[in-house]
């Protein structure tokens, strides 16, 4: 079986920042929307953006089935009171998130104006095409090899090793209390995870329990998500069962 390159870090659970591949420190509205996509709208028109809202946030798996509905209703109104103030405006919806505070849109400059004005609106980022990265551009050497993507590109789907941002010690060096919340701390960020993964493709291959890992095959904008996500420290290449010895 490959090996997962894991880095113990800090428990990424505690991190409150909206999660869409970026955050945005209060008062730092020169810095909402990038420069470039700033540039890529006035060049072609309009830009494909992914757009972090204003809404206190938790991850569903701490919280109760109540909590979880009152929390994705709370997404979903904050979602139409930002489109209500786009009317009239360049945009078209790509995607409404229900499990994290976020919309996926194509918009135009007049549109990208307002966004940069509302208050519901804690950052915006470049966001790219299902189709995208190519093979010459790939998105990042580091947590995703660009291998990863051609082979996605080229067939569909790859199978990879995705390690994950939690604290990790070998089990036999922890006491029964210590690998029980490690093992509950790897559940937890590889249900988060998979719940950036909705809506994209994706099939779970295993979930591990006693590495903070998971083997999936993905496609093309499941391995984008997985390369911006904040829970993901590394994914490496994955080969099917018949070929591991």
Request: aromatic share 4%.
């Amino acid at each position: 079986m490959t090996h997962l390159k894991i880095c113990s870090l800090k428990f990424f659970c505690c991190v409150t920042v909206v999660i869409l591949g970026g955050t945005l420190a209060r008062g730092e509205t020169a810095v909402k929307i990038p420069r470039e996509v700033i540039d890529q709208a006035a060049t072609n028109g309009s830009v494909l953006v992914l757009v972090g809202l204003n809404v206190p946030w938790q991850m569903e798996a701490n919280l109760t089935e109540d909590e979880v509905q009152t929390q994705r209703e709370t997404i979903a109104s904050i979602q139409r009171d930002l489109l209500t103030d786009l009317e009239g405006r360049s945009y078209r919806i790509i995607r409404r998130y229900n499990q994290i505070p976020g919309l996926a849109l194509e918009v135009g400059p007049d549109a990208l104006a307002e966004l940069a004005r509302s208050p519901s609106v804690t950052n915006v980022l470049l966001d790219r095409p299902a189709g995208a990265p190519t093979v010459d551009s790939p998105i990042s050497d580091e947590k995703v090899p660009w291998q990863l993507f051609k082979s996605a590109a080229s067939n569909g789907t790859v199978l990879v090793l995705a390690g994950l941002r939690t604290p990790w010690q070998r089990e036999d060096q922890l006491s029964e209390p210590l690998i029980a919340l490690q093992r509950n701390a790897i559940l937890t960020a590889q249900s988060y995870v998979l719940a950036e993964l909705n809506g994209t493709q994706f099939k779970v291959m295993r979930l591990y329990r006693s590495i903070p890992g998971i083997a999936l095959r993905v496609g093309l904008d499941a391995l984008q998500r997985l390369e911006k996500s904040p829970a993901v420290t590394n994914v490496v290449q994955d080969r099917p069962a018949s070929a591991a010895r």
